[in-house]
C-alpha cells in the first residue's frame, strides 16, 4: 500500500472526497499543551459544521499522552505517532493547512523554528498562534492568519477549506517565500559571500580589525 493511501485509511478519510487535513508536525510537549484547549474546541465546532476537517499531530513528546487523553473525545484529532522522513513528506502532501499552536513565549515569538521553514517548503498556509516574528511574516507575505482562541482557530480553518482558491494563494505564497528568502541555493551562497566580504574586511587596513 502505498505510504499516502495508508495515511487516508488511518485518518478516517478518503482521498477526493473533500476532506481537510490541518496538520501539525513536532514535539509535542508543554508549549503545545499550554494551548491546546483552543484545539479542543475549535475541534468540536467543526465537528459540528465541518466534519470533514480532520486535525493531525505528527510526532511524539513528554506530554503526548496527555494531549492525547484530552483529545479522545474528539474524532476529528488524530495522532501520527513519531514520522519517518517518507511518513512526513506524505502527510504534508496530503495536508490542506499547517498548524502552529504553540505558546507565545518570547523566546519563541523572536525567531522562525524548523516547523516554519518546513511548512513553508510544502507549500503550506500555515495558521499559527504564535505572533511575533512568525506573525509578521504571514501578515507581510500573506502566506497564513494568525489566531487569539478557539473562535479565531475555527473560523480560520473554515475559511481555508470552504475557499480552496484562498488557500491556495496563501500555500502558493509560502512556497515562494521560501525559495525566495529561505532555500540553501540562495541562503548558502549570501552566506559564503558575506563570511568572505568579512574576511577580506579583517584583512584591510582600514578593516574590523
Known amino acids: 500500500m502505498a505510504a499516502r493511501e495508508f495515511w487516508w485509511q488511518k485518518f478516517r478519510m478518503r482521498k477526493g472526497d473533500g476532506s481537510s487535513v490541518v496538520l501539525f508536525l513536532g514535539k509535542l510537549n508543554r508549549t503545545i499543551l499550554a494551548v491546546f484547549g483552543d484545539v479542543l474546541v475549535a475541534a468540536e465546532k467543526l465537528a459540528r ?3 470533514d476537517v480532520r486535525f493531525v499531530f505528527g510526532g511524539d513528546g513528554d506530554c503526548a499522552n496527555e494531549l492525547r487523553r484530552r483529545a479522545s473525545a474528539r474524532a476529528n484529532i ?3 505517532g513519531q514520522l519517518g522522513i517518507h511518513e512526513m513528506a506524505a502527510v ?3 495536508a490542506a493547512v499547517a498548524l502552529l499552536p504553540v505558546q507565545r513565549r518570547a523566546d519563541y515569538q523572536m525567531s522562525l523554528s524548523n516547523k516554519v521553514y518546513d511548512y ?3 507549500g503550506l498556509p500555515i495558521v499559527s498562534y504564535l505572533r511575533g516574528c512568525v506573525g509578521d511574516l504571514l501578515d507581510q507575505k500573506a502566506c497564513g492568519v494568525c489566531y487569539d482562541d ?3 482557530l475555527s473560523a480560520a480553518l473554515k475559511q481555508l477549506h470552504d475557499q480552496p482558491e484562498f488557500r491556495q494563494k496563501l500555500g502558493a505564497a509560502s ?3 521560501f525559495e525566495e528568502q529561505f532555500d540553501a541555493s540562495r541562503v548558502y ?4 559571500a558575506y563570511l568572505e566580504a568579512l574576511a577580506a574586511a579583517s584583512r584591510s587596513p582600514d578593516g574590523l580589525f
Open 120 to 122: 513553508l517548503a510544502a
Open 175 to 177: 512556497r515562494r517565500v
Open 150 to 152: 478557539a473562535e479565531g
Open 78 to 80: 488524530v495522532f501520527a
Open 92 to 94: 504534508k502532501e496530503m
Open 49 to 51: 459544521e465541518r466534519p
Open 189 to 192: 551562497p549570501q552566506f559564503v
